[in-house]
């Protein structure tokens, strides 16, 4: 919750109120401060989830000849989770204080089954000729419910849950069920294991789709060179293995919302009669949407494994978007999923590896480095009638052809007036004011490289591997700072920048003067609240010792390794927030990114565990 969350309050509080009073009391509204007491909610109130997930799966496999056989393999994976929160009536300026106690509770349950089943044949001819062909099908089936009940003013504060409340205010319950059907079939062809040849197929039916455009068919293929196994490269001591490589296919996505091609009608009161109404247009014409991929790449050794080059090029154009299309409100809706717009990305991504260091015997000293580098830049082709549209917070982000996805869009900040004090910005237009005709694209949210490193070095029985994450380029819209760093128009604390503000005539500065009035201009949501993304992040340490056999057998086991983990150990990063790799829009939107709207930090993790084995 970031408008009555621990974090959020943390950072907005006034700094010279004290967490308590003298009396021992915590301080609250009522003495002052603009926000609850970011202790006292810390202190009180509570939230309890429980996960519970089961995975199984069976396999059986029947080989009618040494070339042909058949498989079948059945998965089910069920999910369950159960989530309390109680917000307490002893927290002044809550909304437990304000409804004499909150309880909540809610269910959500979740039950897949996976069926496949497909034929194989393998056979090499001549010695020269390999032929595996594979046909088959698979079956998905996914049942979810969930269930919500909120309950106020409860009779004792000790007592937390639902059932203790006065009155049941808010309760519902959903339940929906997928599947998808699929066909598929593969060929791989390899002539003197040099010359290679794939050629694939899926036809895939989904039941959030209509019925005229329920299947979508994909297919792909494949070639390769293995150029090292050639005679003028076979003898070569540098090069050991090369291979040159491309593919060209199609994939789909049917990753939306449940019964989105119909008409789905809503639960609502009419006085005290119960009643429905319409709330989701459907559409009978949803269809898959389509992306498709060309890769051009290779694959190279060096000296017998001592260095290792992957080099890939793509091309990645999806079309037939799932977005919502906007239509009249006279209508009773404001917009409905549609098949409409597409988009390109295109890039590079390279992977070296390289052993600095071999041992000669098994237990000397090997040192291990692979550095992974992804270029990409993506462009939005086409919308619907070509309409741009903003979305994210404060519409931040803009959906528009021609320009990166989510392009950060608003006013162009260009400093601050050194005689007033006051923010200057772009008069894109030229009329002489500053409106919202003037806003324009300020910032790309995309970073121009990302990659990791990762070392692995050992000796004897020691073993110590680090994973370094790396983002350069991306710009981060610090929505903090629309009240910590506003002038002073709210009561919020204030980010260390505001000691840098305007003061006097002549003063040079790009922090606009104080204005508790907010006449400044320091208010408007502009280039000035974003901020660079770049960052280096130690995202994984791991320290093992692989005990001595005669040490395992001890306590019977074969084997045995223990190790220490810590996992988000440090980040470097000219951004002011906790972490710059953040979306307070949630990790699964797409155009509205890179926004930190008080968002909770990640978590430095420390962990000590054995891996056995007997």
Not at 287 to 293: H, I, P
Not at 486 to 502: C, I, P, S
Request: glycine residues 12%.
């Amino acid at each position: 919750d970031n408008l009555e969350g621990i974090v959020g309050n943390a950072i907005a509080h006034e700094p010279y109120f004290p967490v308590r009073q003298p009396d021992g009391r915590f301080t609250n509204i009522g003495d002052g401060m603009a926000y609850v007491n970011a202790v006292d909610l810390a202190t009180h109130n509570t939230t309890l989830a429980t996960t519970n997930t089961i995975l199984a799966s069976i396999e059986g496999r029947y080989t009618i000849t040494p070339n042909l056989s058949v498989t079948s393999r059945l998965g089910t994976d069920f999910y369950n989770l159960t989530e309390e929160q109680f917000q307490s009536p002893l927290v002044p300026g809550s909304d437990g204080a304000k409804y004499g106690g909150v309880a909540k509770r809610g269910y959500s349950n979740a039950r897949r089954y996976v069926f496949d089943a497909f034929t194989n044949f393998g056979k090499t001819f001549n010695g020269r000729h390999a032929l595996d062909l594979t046909g088959g099908t698979s079956i998905e089936y996914e049942k979810r419910d969930n269930a919500f009940l909120r309950g106020e003013l409860l009779t004792d504060e000790a007592m937390k849950e639902v059932s203790n409340a006065t009155n049941l205010t808010q309760f519902s319950g959903t339940f929906a069920e997928t599947g998808l059907l699929s066909f598929f079939g593969r060929a791989n062809y390899t002539l003197d294991e040099k010359y290679l040849l794939g050629l694939s197929f899926r036809s895939d039916g989904a039941s959030v789709f209509g019925p005229d455009n329920r299947y979508g068919f994909f297919p792909g293929a494949s070639v390769a060179w293995v150029a090292s196994r050639e005679s003028f490269l076979r003898e070569n001591r540098t090069i050991t293995s090369l291979k040159l490589r491309g593919s060209f296919g199609r994939t789909g996505n049917q990753a939306i919302g449940d019964y989105p091609y119909q008409t789905l009608y809503c639960t609502s009161n009419y006085g005290n009669e119960a009643g429905y109404y319409p709330c989701t247009l459907g559409n009978k014409r949803l269809g898959w949407e389509k992306t498709t991929q060309l890769d051009l790449g290779f694959d190279l050794e060096l000296w017998n494994g001592r260095g290792a080059l992957t080099f890939d090029w793509y091309r990645k154009k999806t079309t037939d978007l799932l977005l919502s299309r906007p239509v009249p409100a006279n209508t009773g809706f404001t917009s409905f999923l549609d098949n409409i717009g597409a988009i390109q990305n295109k890039g590079v991504e390279v992977a070296l590896t390289v052993v600095p260091v071999q041992p000669r015997t098994a237990e000397g000293l090997r040192v291990v480095s692979t550095l992974n580098l992804s270029f990409n830049r993506n462009k939005v082709l086409a919308l619907y009638q070509d309409q741009p549209f903003s979305t994210g917070y404060y519409d931040m982000n803009r959906v528009a052809v021609g320009h990166p996805l989510g392009e950060f869009h608003g006013y162009h900040f260009l400093g601050v007036d050194p005689q007033t004090g006051d923010a200057i910005y772009q008069d894109v237009n030229g009329d002489g004011d500053i409106t919202s005709a003037d806003k324009t694209f300020i910032g790309d949210p995309w970073p121009k490289y990302t990659g990791g490193l990762t070392t692995t070095i050992s000796y004897k029985g020691f073993d110590l591997t680090s994973f370094f994450q790396v983002s350069h380029g991306g710009k981060v819209f610090n929505a903090m700072r629309v009240f910590s760093d506003e002038g002073g128009y709210n009561y919020d604390n204030k980010f260390a920048d505001v000691l840098k503000r305007w003061r006097q005539p002549g003063d040079v500065t790009n922090q606009p003067r104080a204005s508790f009035d907010g006449t400044s201009g320091a208010r408007l949501i502009s280039s000035r609240f974003l901020e660079n993304g770049s960052y280096i992040r130690l995202q994984d340490l791991t320290l093992g010792y692989q005990l001595p056999e005669r040490w395992a057998g001890a306590v019977g086991m074969a084997n045995a390794r223990v190790y220490v983990r810590g996992q988000n150990v440090f980040t470097s990063t000219d951004y002011k927030g906790y972490n710059p790799e953040v979306n307070s829009n949630g990790a699964s939107s797409t155009a509205s990114i890179a926004t930190d709207f008080y968002a909770y930090p990640l978590a430095r993790t420390w962990s000590f565990g054995v891996q056995a084995g007997w």
